[in-house]
């Protein structure tokens, strides 16, 4: 289980980033954390991830204290541009955490297979990043996640750099990894309804400094797919509540009851 506990982290400088956070992340769970522009989510995933000190508070990992990058733990950035090396090929960008991981190299080979086909890359193995369209090199750095068979998989809007469509497939592409995996993942978000679509629950945050302002339960069936989720009528209530509470962040007024 993945635990915060009244976290808290002020910049140099007096920025106060994340303001008292506690929450709780079940295993196997897929969590989205959504909340207004600048809240601290980046700020608090860094810290989930152990590549920031919080100023107070902490964070549990089944239970040990996280003060550096936990080995049990993958990050996917926003970034992927800059998360891939670009002298590497894509099998080499997959393969280098299992280098570091010491793993032998029949399983390491194995693994970078094994990514790659479940990322519907197995065919690009060769090619260089900067050979690749943005949503595939997104896709690259999933697989280096995936490879990695974390137990906590953290993504910071990892697909916001990416067009429409693009977006709407790696969604369903994350879907079916966390079910086949089992992989606990929490996902950090501005999108609403990319939140609402992902998650089996939802934090919502505050405005900075950043408190839980709601936790909710995602009660849409686990099959979920595009065109008929999103047009649901119960898909359409939990994403105005999400919308409502943002709103009610952004303003900094107390949250209205739950549905
Ligand atoms: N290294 C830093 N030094 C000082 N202040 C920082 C630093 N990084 C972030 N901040 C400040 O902390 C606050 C939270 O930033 P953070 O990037 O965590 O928010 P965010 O919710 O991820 O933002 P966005 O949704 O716009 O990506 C902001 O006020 C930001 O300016």
């Known amino acids: ?8 982290k002020v910049y ?3 920025v106060e980033a994340v303001g008292d956070l506690t929450f709780t992340v079940d295993p196997g769970d897929l969590v989205c954390l959504v909340g207004p522009s600048g809240c601290g989510k980046t700020t608090l995933l860094r810290c989930i991830a152990g590549l920031l000190q919080p100023t107070a508070g902490e964070v549990r990992l089944d239970g040990s204290p996280v003060t550096g990058p936990p080995p049990g733990m993958a990050v996917v950035f926003q970034e992927y541009g800059r998360s891939l090396f670009p ?6 960008n997959v393969e280098l955490p299992l280098k570091q991981k010491k793993l032998p190299k029949a399983r390491r080979r194995e693994l970078v297979d094994s990514s790659l086909e479940a990322v519907g890359l197995a065919d690009r193995g060769a090619a260089f990043p900067w050979q690749l369209s943005g949503g595939m090199q ?5 697989a280096r996640a995936v490879a990695y068979e974390p137990e ?14 693009t977006r709407a497939d790696l969604e369903d592409l994350v879907r079916s990894l966390w079910k086949r995996l089992g992989v ?3 996902f950090v978000t501005h999108d ?4 609402v ?24 069936p686990a099959e979920r797919d595009q065109l008929h989720t999103r047009a649901d009528d119960r898909f359409t209530k939990l994403r105005t509540r999400v919308y409502e509470q943002i709103q009610a962040a952004k303003r900094g007024t107390a949250p209205t009851p739950t549905i």
């Not at 289980?1 to 808290?8: A, D, I, N, T, Y």
């Open 87 to 92: 002298w590497m090929n894509v099998r080499d």
């Open 152 to 165: 906590v998989l953290l993504m910071d809007e990892p697909f916001a750099a990416v067009d429409a469509q």
């Open 138 to 142: 997104q896709r690259v750095a999933l």
């Open 1 to 8: 289980m993945l635990e915060v506990s009244h976290l808290k």
């Open 184 to 186: 606990t993942i929490l």
């Open 192 to 195: 609403i309804d990319e939140a």
């Open 12 to 14: 140099d400088g007096g």
């Open 197 to 220: 679509y992902l998650g089996q629950h939802v934090i919502m945050l505050s405005a900075s400094p950043t408190v839980v302002q709601e936790r909710l339960t995602v009660d849409l």
